[in-house]
């Protein structure tokens, strides 16, 4: 079993313990989980709580995010390396621990400058929004979370 083998397997249980255990918190190794591509970017849905979907991206240096926009404002969290944030009038340069929030329905990109793991929080989580059919459409996330009311 090579190493990140290892790291995803153990990763994984404890999401399912968390999950069992109503009102638990829930744990993600964010660079067990970040899993590289050489042809594509590499997307997963960490965690959707329905107010909001946390979606964790690796890109190899060169790798794109093409222009897009969504229906939910989202939050950008450099975890590593560096990227180029671009919507219409400006682009940003961002580093590890750079955060960025943007407003719903701003057309924007991401271009990896080196290789890095960027975090998307979506808020709230989306019922559809433009990538939707493109990215997630396929994806199942690691835990979900559903919200009873009193």
Known sequence: MNDETERAETATPQVEEA???QGSPLLFDLPTLAHFREKSLSTQ????????RVVLFAFKAGQQLK???????ILVQVVHGEI?????????NMQAG???QLEASIPHSIVAQTDAVVLVTMLPSPTYHSLEQE???ALTP??????KKS
């Open 19 to 21: 999950q069992a255990e």
């Open 45 to 52: 849905i960490v965690l959707d709580s329905g107010t909001a």
């Open 67 to 73: 222009e897009h926009q969504t229906t939910s404002q």
């Open 84 to 92: 180029t944030f671009t919507t219409p009038s400006h682009s940003k």
């Open 98 to 100: 750079m955060l960025l």
């Open 135 to 137: 990215v997630f459409q």
């Open 142 to 147: 690691l835990a979900t979370r559903s919200h």
